[in-house]
């Protein structure tokens, strides 16, 4: 029982280890394909938005080149700025802004109101001379048009190399939104680009309730800080959503792209899997802890049925071992009565009925005798019972106790004993007069006509 008890827990415990052994893989293999997907998507974001400042960046090199040594040339530049926008969804506007920070020029039609940007971050870090090459600023409010924009900026430098004023163009961050829009990544996945300074320059569902929002504390961006690509799992400190992002830096420029899938939308149909492989565990173990107590219950049935056979078969053997003690008694006093008659004077016929009586009783002896060793056999304590006795006397009694047998199907039953037989042998002679009258009886038995001979010999006379 206890074996059936180890077999089903063993077996329980492989299902559940099969069970963790799915799940961990399921796991991973979920993970290795969300970091692949968001991994491209990353690079493909990257590399669109280096092409895009580099676009931009050549133009605003050419005219702050242009500006610097050949002068300002006023009804020609908004041309120019206008021109080099053209048909771009990227930029809102070019401007130009002299030493003192007042913006000279402009793409945008129309009369130009006085805006100085002389506080400006993008303005003072070219003045001062902290940025080499074009500045990329964190989203500010226009003063003149009351929008959002980044000012991507670059130097002008006179021909004595002297500051010269600035070149700015404005980028539309609600563009990044709109084209991050387009792109397949769930219904709560998010698509942004930070600045290596924390500041969110763009990202999708942008409102001017998160833009410019520090996120240097968050996990993708310190993992950023330290790795040009990599995968985090972490909660936004926007939004509060769980994601699977990863992040790569923009090549030349101090950016950062972030593309992260929505963790409990992408890893819906692996629990749901994962939930069947329990379900399936649980429906297993249930199966294998009721066959277990089932075979339990039968084999506990089975030893208690043996255990009541067993006792029902010695309390047998105890009444038959009885029985054949108690009858034995009177069955040796009539022996002994008939033993007496039979030495009284009696007549020819009635001394044949003696004789016939003794017999039957000594053959009901031996009947009592096979029952009581029957029963001596079933509680294994048969045990022979050896001394010396004289073969040719028991064979003779026993032709003796079957001779009627033999008168009365017309037999004839003889015995002959071998010259070489000793007189005496040590031997149970219970048992030699049980086997021999039980053989003798068969033949008479099974034999239908003819004679039935009892023949004594040594077994070294016999032939090999």
């Not at 969110?200 to 309730?209: D, F, I, M, V, W």
């Not at 996990?219 to 699977?244: C, E, H, K, N």
Request: charged share 20%.
């Amino acid at each position: 029982m206890a074996l059936i008890w180890v077999v089903a827990s063993l077996l329980v415990v492989a299902a559940w280890g099969v069970v963790a052994e799915l799940t961990q893989r399921d796991g991973q293999e979920v993970l290795a394909r969300a970091r692949r997907d968001t991994g491209n998507l990353a690079r493909t974001i990257a590399e669109q938005t280096t092409r895009a400042m580099s676009d931009t960046d050549r133009i605003l090199n050419f005219l702050a080149y242009d500006l610097g040594h050949r002068g300002v040339d006023r009804p020609r530049l908004q041309d120019v700025l206008k021109n080099a926008i053209d048909g771009s969804d990227l930029l809102l506007q070019l401007s130009y802004t002299d030493a003192a920070g007042t913006v000279i020029e402009s793409s945008v039609d129309g009369p130009m109101s006085v805006v100085n940007i002389a506080d400006r971050e993008h303005f003072l870090v070219h003045k001062e001379g902290t940025v080499q090459g074009m500045f990329i600023s964190r989203p500010v409010l226009g003063r003149a048009s009351g929008k959002w924009s980044i000012q991507l900026s670059r130097r002008i430098t006179a021909p004595d190399g002297s500051f010269a004023g600035v070149m700015v163009a404005s980028l539309d961050p609600f563009y990044f939104s709109r084209t991050f829009d387009d792109l397949d990544i769930g219904k709560r996945g998010v698509l942004a680009i930070v600045g290596r300074d924390g500041i969110l320059r763009a990202r999708t569902g942008l409102n001017e309730a998160i833009i410019g929002r520090n996120v240097s504390e968050t996990p993708p961006f310190r993992a950023a800080m330290t790795a040009t690509q990599g995968f985090v799992q972490s909660v936004s400190a926007i939004d509060g959503i769980a994601r699977l992002i990863s992040f790569r830096t923009v090549a030349r420029y101090p950016l950062v792209v972030l593309v992260g899938f929505d963790k409990a939308g992408f890893l819906a149909d692996m629990q749901a899997m994962q939930r069947l492989y329990v379900v399936a565990a649980c429906v297993a173990t249930a199966m294998l802890l009721v066959m277990a107590v089932l075979m339990s219950w039968h084999m506990r049935v089975q030893d208690q049925a043996r255990a009541t056979a067993e006792h029902a078969s010695h309390l047998k053997s105890e009444f038959l071992a009885t029985i054949s003690h108690e009858i034995r008694t009177p069955m040796n006093g009539v022996l002994g009565m008939l033993a007496l008659l039979e030495s009284d004077p009696l007549t020819p016929r009635q001394k044949h009925q003696a004789g016939m009586a003794r017999r039957s009783a000594e053959g009901l002896l031996v009947l009592l005798d096979d029952i009581l060793d029957f029963s001596r056999l079933e509680a294994g304590k048969s045990i022979a019972d050896q001394g010396n006795c004289e073969p040719a006397q028991i064979v003779r009694s026993v032709i003796d106790l079957l001779r009627p047998k033999a008168e009365e199907k017309g037999l004839g039953l003889s015995m002959h004993v071998g010259p070489s037989v000793p007189d005496v042998v040590v031997t149970d002679p219970t048992r030699l007069r049980q086997i021999l009258f039980n053989l003798v009886g068969n033949a008479l038995k099974f034999t239908s006509a003819g004679e039935v001979s009892v023949r004594v010999q040594r077994g070294a006379d016999l032939p090999d």
